[in-house]
T-cell receptor
């Protein structure tokens, strides 16, 4: 059963903590993406990776970090430097950076 | 300047009617255009993609693209209550970046 999985579904963070969101895909896609969605807003690109061991900043990368050590995995770390991290985080993948993007189920992060 | 614009709605239509959702974009060299549907609390799911001028039909959905006017629309025929969701327009700007509009909330009333 091919697809994109994200975990956890819900995540609570205390002030000053770093947290890591997981994203895994078994679609054999080269490109992977992280977006953030706030209520009533469109999706904003945080980071993207077009190939293993390479990634680029998106529009709102400050306070976030990523790695791409395996083709299947693209974890996102929300650091304590991100001042307003409460949001819905969506991971997506595509065959190449020019192809249609498909989304995982999302992780809802709340700062306590 | 906003890159992808949509009417935020809400757009309310009766069951069985045609729902028309509109989107304009700013980059004349955009090549790929997508409509995603997002139910409340869920992730976006792809409905349609369109790459050339004209109409593209898939079941009850028709995407229309007019590159000269920088305009893309989605028509939903025979609207059903299950179509009630936020519809996101997404446009590839430049060579890779997929930019999303803020979405239009559609409500189909039984």
């Amino acid at each position: 059963d091919g697809g994109i999985t994200q975990s956890p579904k819900y995540l609570f963070r205390k002030e000053g903590q770093n947290v890591t969101l997981s994203c895994e895909q078994n679609l054999n896609h080269d490109a992977m993406y992280w977006y953030r969605q706030d209520p009533g807003q469109g999706l904003r690109l945080i980071y993207y990776s077009q190939i293993v061991n390479d990634f680029q900043k998106g529009d709102i990368a400050e306070g976030y970090s990523v790695s791409r050590e395996k083709k299947e995995s693209f974890p996102l770390t929300v650091t304590s430097a991100q001042k307003n991290p409460t949001a819905f985080y969506l991971c997506a993948s595509s065959g190449t950076s020019l192809d249609t993007q498909y989304f995982g189920p999302g992780t809802r992060l709340t700062v306590l | 300047q906003k890159e992808v614009e949509q009417n935020s709605g809400p757009l309310s239509v009766p069951e069985g009617a045609i729902a028309s959702l509109n989107c304009t974009y700013s980059d004349r060299v955009s090549q790929s255009f997508f409509w995603y549907r997002q139910y409340s609390g869920k992730s976006p799911e792809l409905i349609m993609s369109i790459y050339s001028n004209g109409d593209k039909e898939d079941g009850r959905f028709t995407a229309q693209l007019n590159k000269a006017s920088q305009y893309v629309s989605l028509l939903i025929r025979d609207s059903q209550p299950s179509d009630s969701a936020t519809y996101l327009c997404a446009v590839t700007l430049g060579n890779y970046k997929l930019t999303f509009g803020k979405g239009t909330l559609l409500t189909v009333n039984p």
